[in-house]
Every structure is written in C-alpha cells, then in structure tokens.
C-alpha cells in the first residue's frame, strides 16, 4: 500500500473520532509546550551560566605577575628605570623589608595591565599571565650584557640586538585558574587560585605613580580563602606562601616612603573589607567556588530539565498510547475488514503508527508556537536569576534552540512508538474471522 | 480447480476443542456458481474462510489454482486475499465514512494500484453493479440494497478469480436477496467461481453446485442442472398465484446498470 494512501487511513480514523483526537493532541500540546518552555528556559540559563562562565574564565587582559619574594619597582611614566638601576636590587630589599615588616603577608604580585593593549578590566577576569621573570626591560639599555639581576633574579638576554622592548610580552605566559606555576629559584609551585581585579580603566601611565597604585582594588575578587601567617590556602592546600603587593610607580625611587606608608594604608584598607575577620585573614570565597558552583547549577539545571521532561514524555506517551489503545478496539471492524481484502499487518500497524505520528507533529507543532511567544517571557526571568548569580556582568542568551521542537518531537515518536508496540502487536494477532463473526 | 485435501480444522485445544471440519476432500471446478449449505455451526463458514485464506487448516492440504494455502505465510497470504480473492460479507463490511468509490477502490488501494487507475477500476465496478449515481455518498446513506451492491463492487474490482460470499442476503428482504444471488450468477457467468455460503436452500438451488456440509463433514454434493436453477429463480420471482413478485432491484433505479437481471438471467440459462 502506498504511503499517501496509509497516511489517508490515519487521517481518516483521526478524523472519524474528532473528540478523542483533538482531545490527545491537546494534552500532546500542552505536554510538548511544557517540555519546550522547561528545556527553553533551562537551555537560556544553562547557555548564560556557560557564556558568563566563559567569559569570567576568558575575558580580559588584565595579567599579573607574580614574582616569589622579589619586589619589582617598576618605571613611571615615560621616565623608565634602566634596568640596571636594579642591580644593587636596594630599592628592591628596601620594599622587601617594609613587607617583611608587614608580616610578609603578600608575594609580589603585579598587575601588568598598564602595559598590556587593552586596558579594560572586567569584574569577571579569571585568565591571566604570570610571568617569573619581571615584565619590562628596555633592551637597548642592557644591549649586549648577559644576565641582568632584575627585580631580584637574574635572567638572560638572549638576543643581544634586542630593541628596547616589552620582554615580558615575549617571556609572559598564560595562566589559567587552577595551573601551577614553578619558579626556578627555589622550585616553590604554586597554583593559581584567584586573580586580582581592577576597576582600571584608564592608562597608569597617565595616573601615574602611588595613586595609581592605590586605585587597584586588589584582591576584591580574588580568591585566597585564608591567609596565615603569609600564607594562602586553598581548599586547606598551601598554595601561595607570602604575597607582596608590588604594583606601584615610583619615579626616580623617590617615594619608597609613601609607597610603604600607602602600602600599609592599603592593607588597612584590605582589613576593613567586610571579607576580612578580625585577624586579617581573607575569608571571601574563591571564584573557583563561585564557578564550582555555577557547574553545579548547571548540572542541577540540566538534571530538573530531564527529569520533568521525561516525566512528562511518559505521560504524554500514557496519552498518546491509551488513545492508540482505544483506536485500535474502536476499529477492530476497520481493521479486520482491511485485512480480509489484503492488507498486510504491518500496513495495518503503520496506519495506527502514523495517526500517532500525526497527533504528535500536531501537538508539537501547537507546542512550538506557543513556547517561541513564550520564549519572550523567560528572558527576563533568566536576566534576573542570571543577575543575582553573576552580578551585572552576566551573558543573557535566552531563547529556544532551534532543534528541542525536532528534539521533542521525535522523542515524543519513539517513545509513543515503543509504548504501542503491544497494542500493534494485537492488531497483528488480530483474529480476521472472529471480527467477522462479532458483526455477522 | 480448488483442491482441500483431508482438510480439518479444529478450534480449541483439549477438552473444549471443537472439530469444525473433519477430513474434507473437495475439489472445486473453476468458473461454477458453489452453494455451501448447512445449520449453523456445521462448519460451512469455517470451509469458505479456509478456501479464502482467512483461516489456516489445523491438517491437510488446499490448493487454489496452483497455490497452496498452508504453506504460505501471513504476508502471502494477505497478498494471495488482495489479488485472488472477492469477499462478500452479510453485514457488507463497508466503511461507512468512505464514499461508495473509495469502499469499491479499497483492495486496489491495498494493493498500491495508482490512483487514476483503481478508480477507473472502481467507476467500471460499481457501473456494473448499477450504482453509479451513487459514487461519491457515503456508504452510510446507503440502503441495505445498496450496500450489498457495493459490496459486491468491491468483491469484483480487482478481478479476482474466486468470489466468496458469506450469507450475503442474510441481510436482505427477499427480493433483494434474490437480486444479489442474480448478480452473483452473472459474475459467475463472466467466468469467475462464485462460492456461495447460505443456510437458505431456495438460494443455494441456484447454484451449480450444492454442498452440504453436516457436523463439519461433507454431507452431499448436489449438481444442479440449468432447468433446476431456473425453476428456482422462477420460483423467487413469482408468487403462488404465478405472479411476477415486485422488484425491488436493490433499492436501486439505475438505468444503467449492465448486470443482467433476471431476463438476462433467463437468456443466460438458455444458452
């Protein structure tokens, strides 16, 4: 039997029961737009946390450099400090002292955003460099010496020609939450836990010295969860042992001073942060928490979806099967007149087959109307859910992807399929000349 | 030729077993106009529904032209139904929703026939039947009459070789009934085997062949001459008193119906 000609039976015993018909497909229709707007609104916040996620883990050029217990007192302005004014490393031991002074709390940790190309800091920065060797030397001035002592290490030109040049551009690697980094010195690893933000958006160069400094907001989002006694802890893991704010212009040297007095006013400042207790210790949580927590929201997200949605499948499938159920009894005559003048049973099956199919697509097709216009709604709803996890910063990308209707549907088919194959296995046992006998 | 060798058919199992036919050896001629008569339950329904392919034998062997049923399986035999085979039914077995055309046209659907031509096939069917005024009603508005007529329109439009019609004026008034065994006889004349299932003797006297089935056995087999089924066709069509009875003609007023009627008939068995 062709196609067309089956497909014209499944209309035809659909339409010969409009009520029950119509019936299944509206609870098809609600089932599916149920299915739809979950995994619709599911899918909006599951992509925004993946996209706000992304971006917290890639976003930014905001690098830092963290060199172990060597202060880097870098240039100002245009005015740069020959890189063998560091020789002597005294202004170096100078700062070193004033945090050794300070309980050693902080490695050196330096922002390298003034130098990087793009200046802009977001709240949400999680990817940056660090480099183990100190950021800047101007080439020409070491032109042809080999190992420098620069922020308290030596390290190798290797290309005496080099011209005056950004060296930690080309020595700077990146880092992602979670890497080690080594340092050759004393073999000390670490791993990165956190990053340090900055509300700079604006060139230090032009800021220039201790104000710029003191407009870091260090350590606002980072993510030592302890520190004692100069060290941080993560998860209970010594990661970092003494960190050293490091950051700052000082032309000429000229401000060690003030750099140290600022320095102690930002500690001060640091302790006043809510997220400091009252032994200093930096309680706020690790963005690597906030992310675990963002991928559990996911996952819980992705989890709700698929459960409600096969539930609701199974229902729809209770539906769709019990009106196959009753088709099949309503049309015994039907079906065993058809099969008296030939038609085979699997015909017979694909005519019940395709009413459930017809139903589904109709039901489906209804469903994915409704969830599109309703798609409009959940947007909002995932901005605001979005905002009090992510904060201002967060990715929106609500809408319904353009396969869950296929998704659905086809679902919804297999599953009504499998779940009638009993009742097409009676069409199949269908005795032809007991239907006979009931009608004669 | 239709062969059933030692045919049984038993439904049931153990106690409760039923032998609906019991070491059945018929052969059939091809191209006659069969009655199978007997009570109810004696096993003539079982005997059409196996030489139909509508029912499997529980032993023995039936051949249809060549083919033999037993060892074909379900597909086969559905496809050995759809081309071979017409079926009359008493209750028609039409859908009511379907227009008279679409019931006619049913097997060469079945059959994947294309469209332009199964209804072709279907126009041509029901025009013999004398119906075609009634081609797109619905079988629903259809009298009792007409619904045999269409029945028996869909029996015929794919050619089949055995006609099969189970109590098919059960249904009817007996002038209808009358009319329907008249035009089974023309399809039979037309070289078909017309097997007729009826517990009514006045109708199966107009048979070539008269079968009686009793308790599931072949009881006689009983050749009519022409002169006896004219004397039975002359005995329905008139009254004690030598009356030519009212006909009905199936509810039907076609004139264009191309069946012979009982004149036709009578020529036919003239000749």
């Known amino acids: ?440 | 030729m239709i062969k059933l060798i030692n045919v049984n058919k038993i439904y049931g199992k153990a106690d409760s077993a039923v032998h609906a036919l019991k070491d059945v050896n018929l052969e059939l001629e091809e191209g006659k106009f069969i009655s199978i008569v007997g009570k109810s339950g004696s096993g003539k329904s079982t005997l059409m529904n196996i030489i139909g392919a509508l029912d499997s034998v529980t032993s023995g062997e039936i051949e249809c032209r060549g083919n033999v049923l037993c060892k074909m399986n379900d597909v086969k035999l559905a496809n050995y139904r759809n081309k071979n085979i017409g079926y009359i039914f008493q209750s028609f077995y039409l859908e009511p929703t379907f227009t008279v055309l679409e019931n006619v046209a049913m097997p060469l659907t079945i059959a994947g026939v294309k469209r332009s031509v199964r209804e072709l096939a279907a126009m041509e069917a029901i025009s013999k039947l004398g119906i075609s005024d009634k081609t797109t009603k619905k079988a629903s508005e259809l009298s009792g009459g007409q619904k045999q007529r269409v029945s028996i329109a869909r029996a015929i439009v794919h050619n089949p070789d055995i006609i099969l019609a189970d109590e098919p004026t059960g249904n009817l008034d007996s002038q209808n009934g009358s009319e329907v065994i008249r035009l089974l006889q023309s399809i039979c004349d037309e070289g078909k085997t017309v097997i007729l299932v009826t517990h009514n003797i006045d109708d199966a006297k107009k048979t070539d062949i008269m079968i009686e089935i009793k308790d599931g056995v072949v009881a006689n087999i009983i050749h009519h001459t022409e002169e006896e089924k004219l004397a039975a066709q002359h005995a329905s069509d008139y009254d004690e008193q030598g009356n030519l009875k009212e006909k009905n003609m199936l509810d039907n007023k076609d004139e264009e119906a191309t069946i012979p009627t009982s004149d036709v008939a009578t020529e036919g068995a003239e000749l």
């Open chain 1, 1 to 440: 039997m062709k196609f067309w000609s089956v497909l014209k039976l499944s209309f035809h015993n659909l339409a010969n029961n409009k009520l029950r018909t119509f019936l299944t497909v509206v609870v098809l229709f609600i089932m599916a737009a149920v299915v739809m707007l979950m995994t619709g609104f599911g899918m909006s916040f599951f992509n925004s946390i993946g996209a706000s996620t992304d971006k917290a883990m890639n976003e930014g050029d905001s690098r830092v450099s963290i060199t172990e217990q060597c202060s880097y007192v870098d240039d100002v302005g245009y005015e740069r400090h020959e890189a063998a004014n560091f020789m002597d490393n005294t202004v170096v031991e100078q700062v070193m002292d004033v945090y050794k002074s300070e309980e050693n709390i902080f490695h050196t940790i330096e922002f390298s955003t003034f130098y990087g190309a793009n200046l802009s800091v977001s709240n949400q920065i999680s990817q940056f460099s660090v480099s183990p060797k100190p950021m800047y030397m101007g080439a020409n001035q070491f032109a042809g010496q080999k190992d420098y002592l620069t922020a308290g290490r030596m390290w190798n030109i290797s290309d005496e020609n080099t011209t005056n040049a950004w060296v930690s551009d080309t020595l700077m690697e990146k880092y992602e939450l979670g890497d080690t980094i080594k340092f050759e010195e004393n073999e000390n690893t670490f791993t990165i836990c956190g990053f340090l933000v900055s509300d700079l958006n604006k060139d230090p160069y032009s800021q220039g010295g201790i104000e710029l400094f003191i407009d870091y907001k260090l350590f606002d989002d980072t993510t030592m969860s302890k520190t004692s006694e100069g060290q941080v802890y993560y998860n209970g893991e010594l990661v970092i042992n003494k960190i050293i704010l490091n950051t700052f212009h000082d032309k000429d040297n000229m401000f060690t001073d003030s750099i140290v007095s600022d320095l102690k006013g930002f500690k001060k400042s640091l302790n006043s942060v809510d997220n400091y207790d009252d032994d200093g210790i930096y309680v706020q949580s690790s963005i690597l928490d906030e992310l675990k927590f963002a991928m559990m929201m996911k996952i819980m997200v992705l989890a709700v979806i698929i459960f409600v949605s096969v539930l609701i499948i199974l229902l729809s499938i209770g539906s769709v099967s019990n009106t196959i159920k009753i088709t099949v009894e309503q049309n015994r005559k039907f079906f065993g007149m058809m099969k008296a003048i030939g038609m085979q049973n699997k015909t017979v099956r694909r005519v019940v087959q395709w009413q459930a199919i017809v139903m589904v697509l109709i039901g489906t097709v209804l469903a994915t109307g409704l969830t599109i216009g309703l798609m409009y709604m959940v947007e909002p709803i995932v901005a605001m859910m979005m905002a009090s996890v992510f904060g201002e910063g967060a990715i929106i990308i609500a809408g319904l992807p353009i396969y869950i209707p296929f998704v659905v549907f086809f679902a919804l088919v297999g599953f009504v399929l499998l779940f009638t194959v009993k009742n097409l296995n009676k069409i199949s046992k269908m005795d032809v000349i007991s239907v006979i006998s009931e009608v004669n």
